[in-house]
């Protein structure tokens, strides 16, 4: 669920609380949730957090040796000194006596230690275009290689990384293609379109905190407020924003998608 807005805000509520501390301990509760999971706490202890960054729905946070690296996929959540209960997977401990913990009521969630090359290699593979940082050129030549529903394309991270399924829909109404849309016919103003909506969507979203929807909240514990501005997505049933006829839903790669049959009607 957390998507590039709502990872980003959970690293901006911690990058200035946790870096520069040192982590005393680890305490791994549910090994199932770490990839390295034998040698983790070894490996982990007694480094210093340097900074936290993000690529695409990716935590990252940059050890003085070696880096985190964190998705939290459905209902993950790093919290600051947050509350311990029995969803609560992970926890570090830092040298001043406060900590981060991992809680996860799903667990689906991924956390992995890497050293750098293995990180790059990792990211290289998995982590598309960054879509604050993608050129337009780059963005459309990618995207028109590709075949099949618009929408399939925007999920796709190795493509561009970030948008979920709530963005996805708000980028498509917005940009007023339907998610079945075939990639491949989409037009120059399609592109341009679609390229200016992500990233004023994602932006906009950033800055409103993300969207909470069940339970997503930051790193210290605030909810998102960009829910109250989604225009299609969970609105299925509901008037259109913008022409007042009812929003459908259908399915796009096993996705709910909700969009207007009128301003997004397929040419
Ligand atoms: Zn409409």
């Given at each position: 669920m957390p998507e590039l807005p709502e990872v980003e805000n959970v690293i901006r509520s911690l990058v200035k609380k946790i870096s520069?501390?040192?982590?005393?301990?680890?305490?791994?509760?549910?090994?199932?949730?770490?990839?390295?999971?034998?040698?983790?706490?070894?490996?982990v202890k007694d480094k210093i957090i340097i900074t936290l960054e993000r690529r695409g729905k990716y935590i990252i946070i940059k050890l003085n040796e070696g880096n985190l690296l964190i998705h939290l996929r459905m209902t993950g959540k790093l919290l600051y000194n947050g509350e311990i209960n029995k969803h609560t997977h992970l926890k570090i401990d830092f040298i001043d006596g406060d900590y981060l913990i991992y809680n996860d009521v799903r667990k689906f969630g991924r956390i992995s230690y890497l050293n750098d090359e293995e990180l790059e290699f990792y990211l290289l593979k998995k982590v598309g275009l960054e879509p604050g940082l993608m050129e337009y050129n780059e963005f459309r030549d990618k995207l028109m290689k590709k075949n099949g529903p618009i929408k399939k394309n925007l999920l796709d991270q190795t493509l561009i990384a970030g948008i979920g399924n709530i963005y996805a829909d708000e980028i498509l109404f917005a940009s007023g293609l339907h998610p079945l849309y075939e990639t491949k016919n989409l037009l120059e103003?399609?592109?341009?379109?679609?390229?200016?909506?992500?990233?004023?969507?994602?932006?906009?979203?950033?800055?409103?905190?993300?969207?909470?929807?069940?339970?997503?909240?930051?790193?210290?514990?605030?909810?998102?407020?960009?829910?109250?501005?989604?225009?299609?997505?969970?609105?299925?049933?509901?008037?259109?924003?913008?022409?007042?006829?009812?929003?459908?839903?259908?399915?796009?790669?096993?996705?709910?998608?909700?969009?207007?049959?009128?301003?997004?009607?397929?040419?």
């Open positions: 520069g501390n040192r982590i005393i301990d680890v305490e791994v509760i549910t090994p199932n949730i770490i990839y390295n999971r034998l040698e983790f706490s070894d490996l103003i399609d592109l341009s379109n679609l390229y200016n909506n992500i990233r004023d969507i994602l932006d906009k979203a950033t800055i409103a905190g993300g969207s909470t929807i069940r339970d997503y909240v930051n790193g210290d514990g605030t909810a998102g407020e960009y829910q109250d501005a989604h225009k299609v997505y969970g609105h299925s049933g509901k008037e259109c924003t913008c022409c007042g006829c009812i929003l459908e839903k259908t399915k796009v790669v096993g996705r709910t998608s909700v969009y207007c049959p009128i301003c997004q009607r397929i040419r």
